[in-house]
């Protein structure tokens, strides 16, 4: 009896197997492609075929974001960048964690676990990390190969499956993109819910867009064999595969359609699931490292702090002028002969590397600071009014005192930019020192403009080895010896920019403080004045 049993089991088994051989064997049956769900009015072509095409001018071209536009289709860095960014660390682990149940269960309802994590209770009003974070990410994402097909096109309508509040700044702010179909989110008191609105459909958005084109010759989609929403719309489909984007390269930066000059966030890299988890590990010893490194640079003097420090992995590299500062003789001047250092600005700690860098104290003045990082400051540092007569009269006493040095720009700024300089150092000195600083993170960024500044130098000192480099240029003449004073201090301000621009590499722009802010975090960036005792 029991060998009767274990035949026929064995008999089924084969059986199945058989089928499975069968199936495999027959494309046709296991890749029904889907030139069959709609073959009485659409074409599938390669997509290697559209890339020749020159009458996509008038045509409107209907494409999928993630397995089209961008290079990698994995939408967790995305999702783990709100995580962070909105929700802070404990959020981001608990996605982190979750993460292999989500790929496990897969699909709309994997989409729907990680919308819940990442948005739950998060206010819809501050929520920035679609303007400010994310733009930088999917841009440095983009397939250029595809990318110059899109804009070859006459209307562009993007179809996602991330909510649209994480994309559409991207889409329309950076890459021009006429329409974007996301998922839209329940909000419920201002705050999201962590769902997805299910009463909007993308078909209905799509069909508005359209109009009355919906039927025309004129629309192409472009997509994968893993997207089929918009292509019954469609009298042309181009399908791109997965070997046709890894031939593809990134989509550098002087061929964005709106230069990346301004962004926000604190984490420094595109967060993986292999990169998150090197970051969890090594946050915990990060912060001892982090904390020893304040310490160390707050309370021992330069000859030793400077040392222990890059034994800490905190790099410093100077370079100075080949040959001494000299600056033309002004006995008659009544500006005080101290030198003061014009630098752009990085971080926060631009004025104390350079203080490193001297091997001296100086005074900092400053546009703006957090209480915290004036108390815990090695050096001397005075906050500027704003008002130019009461800033000139309080420049010119601390300059009497000794040397200064001020960061013009006002605010910090990532990229390779510099921002417009205030040309009120012009008039202080007769003695200015450009130096030209640059820093290199590989994990958290030392600035923000939308969180809290104290904890600036913490992230920075966070970093695993943070590279800081301060280089030293010629010395230049103030207003008053300027060519007998026909320059303005417009021009020195002006002067002194190019010349940082071109020892860092930097492009000079006309944007300010104030630009910055209003792009990322939605107000002018002043800070309120502090209440004097």
Known sequence: MYSMKFSFFKTLFFFFCRILFRQFRNPKVLHRTVSNLHAAHNKYQKYTSLVHRSDLSDKTLIFNVEQVLLKSSSLFPYFMLVAFEAGGLLRAFALFILYPFICFIGG?????????????????????????VLPKFFLENVGLEIFEVLKRGGKRVAVTNMPQVMIE?????????????????KVFCGYFVGLIEERKQDLSVLQDILGEEKDSDHIIGISSLNHKLFLKYCKEVYLVRSTDKKSW??????????????HDGRLAFRPTLSDSLVMFMWVPFGLILAITRATVALTLPHKISIPALTFSGLLLTVTEPKTSHSFPNSKDCKKPQRLLYVCNHRTLLDPLYLSFTLKKNITAVTYSLSRMSELLAPIKTVRLTRNRDQDAKMMERLLNQGDLVICPEGTTCREPYLLRFSPLFAEMSDHIIPVASNTHVTMFYGTTAGGLKCLDPLFFLLNPSPNYTMQLLQGVCGLSTCNNGEKSRF???????????KALGFECTKLTRRDKYQILAGNDGIAAPIAKS
Not at 113 to 128: P, Q
């Open 491 to 501: 021009d020195v301000a002006n002067y002194v920019q190019s010349e940082l621009g």
């Open 169 to 185: 700044s991207f889409l329309r702010d950076y890459l021009e993109i006429d329409h974007v179909v996301g998922k839209e989110l």
């Open 249 to 262: 390269q990134h989509l550098p930066r002087d061929k964005y359609p709106k230069p990346l000059i301004f």
């Open 108 to 132: 709309e309802m994997g989409l729907k676990i990680m919308v819940a994590v990442c948005f739950f209770g998060i206010k819809k009003d501050s929520f920035r990390v679609g303007r400010a």
